[in-house]
Nanobody
Framework: QVQLVESGGGLVQAGGSLRLSCAAS????????INWYRQAPGKQREWVAG???????AIVDSVKGRFIISRENAKNTVYLQMSSLKSEDTAVYYC????????????WGQGTQVTVSS
């Protein structure tokens, strides 16, 4: 059974930092691309950042320079380090895993709430 478990969300003041974690099980983590998405109230879910199995990363422009994505394969965990947080970063953050093995499999975590107070 595949599980993606996000943690690290919470309430933080504007300008503060949080580190989100996504712990994966039930997938071949080392060959998976892991993404972070977020969904603010009343808005569509948007892609935030991604990291490939080889460690290549991509970040959406709105958080570039403030968010960093990284992975630790030994722990089957991906992190999203968020700094200089703004009120517009308030959202539920979701971990997404894409594994290509005899087809494409995609999995989602349950999400973690990040609230930035101004």
């Amino acid at each position: 059974q595949v599980q993606l478990v996000e943690s690290g969300g919470g309430l933080v003041q504007a300008g503060g930092s949080l580190r989100l974690s996504c712990a994966a099980s039930g997938i071949i983590f080392s060959i998976s691309t892991i993404n972070w998405y977020r969904q603010a109230p009343g808005k569509q879910r948007e892609w935030v950042a991604g990291i490939t199995s080889g460690g290549d990363t991509a970040i959406v422009d709105s958080v570039k320079g403030r968010f960093i994505i990284s992975r630790e394969n030994a722990k089957n965990t991906v992190y999203l380090q968020m700094s200089s947080l703004k009120s517009e970063d308030t959202a539920v953050y979701y971990c997404n895993a894409v594994q290509v093995r005899a087809g494409v499999q995609e999995y989602w975590g349950q999400g973690t709430q990040v609230t930035v107070s101004s």
